[in-house]
C-alpha cells in the first residue's frame, strides 16, 4: 500500500548555513544591473583580464589589479578638482578589498544567502541564494559613468525582495554599513529566512507559516483555527508525557484544554485580513501541522492505514532526513487521535481552509 504523499514548500538548512551582504557599490550604483543580470560584483575593473579560472589568480597579481584600478580612479577625482586621498601602490585598503573578494567568490557556499541593500526606504532590498560552488564565476557587462566593462561575481536566484521600512531596525543597521561585502550575524539570520523561504528548518527550529486571504477575519474564523491549532498543540504535549490513554472523546474538546504556556510552540500573529499565522518550534511539530492541514480533504482512516510520505527541499549540505521526521510525527498525531477524533480534526481544518481561508503551503500528490 503506498503511502499518502505531502509536499511541503519548506527548506531544510544546513547548520553552517551563512548569510551575507553585499553592496551593490558605492551610492548603489550597480543595484539595477545586480538585479537584472541575478549576478553579485564588487566594484572591481580589471578582474577579466585574469586567469579565466580565479582558482589560478595570485593574491600578487589581484591586488595589483585591484591597486592600479583605485589609483586610476585618484587621478581622475583629482582631475575633476578633488582633493587627494590615497597614494600609488598596493596599501591596506586594497587587502581589505582582495579579502572581501575572495570571501565573495571562493568563501560563500552553493545555497548561501546574499543580502543586497538598496538606497531609500521605498524601494526593494534582495535577497539571493547562490547557484553555484565557490569559484564558479560570472563576468557581466556594467556601466559606471563614462567607463563600461565587465566585472566578475557570483549567480545568484532571487528568492525575495522587500520594501526596506519593513526590515527591522537591526537589520537596517547592518545594511547600511559601509563595508561591502560581510558575514551577517546569527541573529538576523530568521528575519531573511522568513523573507527568502517563509517555511524552513535551522538548527532544529522549525517554521511554518498560515496565510488567511479572507478580507473581514471574523471571531468566528479565529476561533475555528484557534481550536484546530490548539487541538494539535494538546496532542503534542500528552504525546511527550506519555499519557494518552485518557485523552478528550472529542477533538474539538482537546482544542479547549489548558496547556502550559513554557512547551507551547511560539505563534506569530499579523492578521490585518488578510494576514498570517507563523508557528515556531523545537522540533518538526510546526511543520507537521503543515501536512495535517493539507491532509484535511483525506478520509481519515486512509491517513491512520496508510501512513504518509512528506517531501522538503533541502538547500546544499542540508540533513535530508527532516522530512522523516515530520512523517512520524504526523503519522503518531493520526494513529494517537484514532478514527473519530482525527476525522474531526479534519472537518475543523477543512472549515478553517473553506470558511476562513487558510492555506499553508503544502499539498497532496
Known amino acids: 500500500m503506498s503511502k499518502i504523499v505531502v509536499a511541503l514548500n519548506a527548506y531544510v538548512l544546513p547548520d553552517d548555513h551563512k548569510i551575507f551582504k553585499c553592496s551593490p557599490g558605492k551610492t548603489y550604483r550597480f543595484y539595477q544591473e545586480v538585479k537584472r543580470t541575478s549576478t553579485v560584483f564588487l566594484d572591481i575593473r580589471g578582474l577579466n583580464d585574469l586567469h579565466s579560472d580565479p582558482r589560478e589568480w595570485s593574491d600578487k597579481e589581484v591586488l595589483e589589479i585591484i591597486a592600479d584600478d583605485r589609483w586610476n580612479r585618484e587621478l581622475q577625482s583629482r582631475a575633476r578638482g ?80 522587500i520594501p526596506k521600512r519593513f526590515l527591522s531596525g537591526d537589520l537596517i543597521t547592518a545594511l547600511h554599513t559601509q563595508t561591502a561585502f560581510f558575514q551577517l550575524g546569527v541573529s538576523l539570520h530568521e528575519e531573511i529566512y ?48 506519555g499519557d494518552v490513554a485518557g485523552l478528550p472523546q472529542s477533538f474539538v474538546e482537546m482544542g479547549l484544554e489548558k496547556l502550559p504556556d513554557n512547551i507551547a510552540a511560539d505563534l506569530s500573529i499579523n492578521i490585518n485580513s488578510p494576514g498570517a499565522f507563523v508557528l515556531k518550534s523545537s522540533g518538526a511539530f510546526a511543520m507537521s501541522l503543515m501536512a495535517m492541514l493539507a491532509l484535511s480533504g483525506c478520509d481519515a482512516q486512509e491517513v491512520i492505514d496508510e501512513g504518509v510520505e512528506i517531501e522538503l527541499k533541502t538547500v546544499g549540505t542540508a540533513d535530508s532526513t527532516c522530512s522523516i521526521e515530520v512523517a512520524k510525527e504526523v503519522e503518531n498525531y493520526a494513529k494517537t487521535l484514532s478514527y473519530k477524533r482525527l476525522e474531526k480534526a479534519c472537518e475543523l481544518g477543512l472549515r478553517a481552509q473553506e470558511d476562513a481561508k487558510v492555506t499553508a503551503q503544502a499539498r497532496l500528490k
Do not use: C
Open 82 to 161: 578633488n582633493k587627494e586621498v590615497g597614494t600609488e601602490g598596493v596599501g591596506r585598503t586594497d587587502r581589505t578589498i582582495l579579502g572581501f573578494l575572495k570571501a565573495l567568490l571562493g568563501e560563500a557556499k552553493k545555497g548561501d544567502l546574499i543580502v543586497v541593500p538598496v538606497e531609500g526606504y521605498n524601494k526593494d532590498v534582495l535577497v539571493g541564494e547562490l547557484l553555484d560552488h565557490p569559484w564558479d564565476v560570472k563576468s557581466i557587462e556594467a556601466q559606471d559613468g563614462d567607463y563600461t566593462g565587465l566585472y566578475v561575481g557570483r549567480r545568484v536566484k532571487w528568492m525575495a525582495g
Open 194 to 241: 522568513r523573507l527568502a523561504y517563509k517555511n524552513f528548518v535551522y538548527r532544529n527550529n522549525y517554521i511554518a507559516e498560515f496565510f488567511t486571504s479572507k478580507q473581514h477575519f471574523t471571531s468566528e474564523d479565529s476561533a475555528v483555527l484557534s481550536a484546530w491549532l490548539n487541538g494539535f498543540e494538546y496532542l503534542r504535549y500528552r504525546i511527550s508525557t
